[in-house]
């Protein structure tokens, strides 16, 4: 069952599903192809064209690098214990490692992972990493056993996107298997907002996305990948979002060296004037902490749940992802000097808080 998570005016669904049983001219390039046709039906405006989009080289040339993901998770009842189906996603592979980036949510308590090609071949995979809630992230690292047959992506650079821009969608709506859509790029730097996290700065798109796109690609007109579908707006219609790829890079880098993710043990959200006026803060930017885990760094250092974060060793930060920038440039085993407000509805005091970074 897809899980629901309601934000202040919008409703976001996580995009993962429970399991079910399961002409245009054409160029060398694997872009997408558009052709423009004079309409012919009976009544039609004279001159009146259409266009039509022929996106099925972009198709072959990725077919090869988007897989589907199944997980079970083991479930107890009265009697006795099972390992039963959970639900399904997509995942793209990355590298000839056998590396696969697909959602958080998708693999979520799994018990075991399997990925499925377009060779219909089912292959075992472990979950090797996780960026999820508590990094106001939502992305997941798989490593195949045997990643033979299948092919790394093209990466491409999310940073470069404009409004506008033609995209394809790609990935295992409803279970039923791997189905195309295209669209543009609606919007960038959103963030959406669920009960339990946020993510900033994703893409927005129109193409169409469902239940089972969680984890699979979003690609540019190149085929190449450029954002991971995550959430749809679950109250509209044609309103979905991206991970930018540019935002997974790191988190990528990080697990496929096994050197650990810099991590500090707390959610962070950037605030905004809106914010600032909805809570009675005192200042309008900076990283709000918004959950605080047992027995991290954050916890050992004091640190608690809604302190703001206004600096890092002296330099100024007025984001969320200023914070994280700062910690992962300072890196595993580092103390970084955290400039804090602990009582950002009624004093602009400073507390200044060590921080000694941990590996996640």
């Known amino acids: ?13 996580l995009i993962a599903v429970s399991c079910t049983s399961s002409g245009g001219d054409t160029t060398t390039s694997p872009g997408v192809v558009t ?6 039906t009976s009544g039609a405006q004279p001159g009146l064209a259409v266009t039509l989009t022929d996106v099925s080289e972009l198709v072959k040339a990725v077919e090869a690098s988007v897989v589907t993901v199944t997980q079970t998770q083991l479930q107890f009842d009265d009697v006795q214990g099972g390992e039963v189906p959970s639900g399904t996603g997509t995942g793209v592979v990355i590298d000839n490692e056998g590396h696969v980036l697909t959602n958080a949510h998708v693999v979520a308590g799994a018990q075991s992972v399997i990925v499925v090609g377009f060779d219909g071949s089912p292959r075992d995979a472990q979950v090797v990493g996780i960026w999820a809630a508590d990094q106001n992230s939502d992305l997941a690292l798989l490593l195949l056993e045997d990643p033979s047959g299948l092919e790394p992506i093209s990466m491409g650079d999310s940073d470069r996107l404009e409004v506008g821009d033609p995209v394809v969608a790609i990935g295992n709506a409803l279970g039923l298997g791997l189905s195309v859509s295209v669209g543009i790029v609606s919007a960038v730097g959103r963030q959406i907002r669920t009960d339990t996290s946020s993510i900033e700065d994703v893409l927005q798109t129109d193409a169409a996305i469902n239940p089972g796109n969680s984890g699979g690609p979003l ?3 190149e085929a190449r990948l450029i954002g991971i579908n995550t959430a749809i707006a679950g109250n509209a219609q044609n309103i979905g979002f991206a991970i930018p790829v540019n935002s997974a890079v790191p988190f990528i880098a990080y697990v496929v060296a096994d050197a650990g993710q810099p991590f500090i043990g707390a959610s962070l959200l950037t605030v905004t004037p809106q914010i600032a006026g909805q809570f009675g803060l005192l200042v309008e930017e900076g990283a709000a902490i918004t959950e605080v885990l047992g027995g991290s760094a954050s916890a050992d250092a004091g640190l608690m749940t809604g302190d703001i974060i206004i600096a890092v060793d002296g330099e100024p930060i007025t984001t969320r992802d200023d914070a994280l920038e700062r910690v992962e440039s300072a890196g595993v085993g580092a103390t970084i000097i955290l400039t804090i407000l602990h009582d950002p509805q009624r004093s602009l005091e400073e507390t200044e808080i060590a921080v000694t970074i941990r590996a996640r």
């Open 1 to 13: 069952m897809a899980l629901r998570l309601v934000a202040p005016s919008l409703a976001l669904l």
């Open 35 to 40: 052709e423009t046709t004079p309409l012919s």
């Open 219 to 221: 690609l540019d007109a």
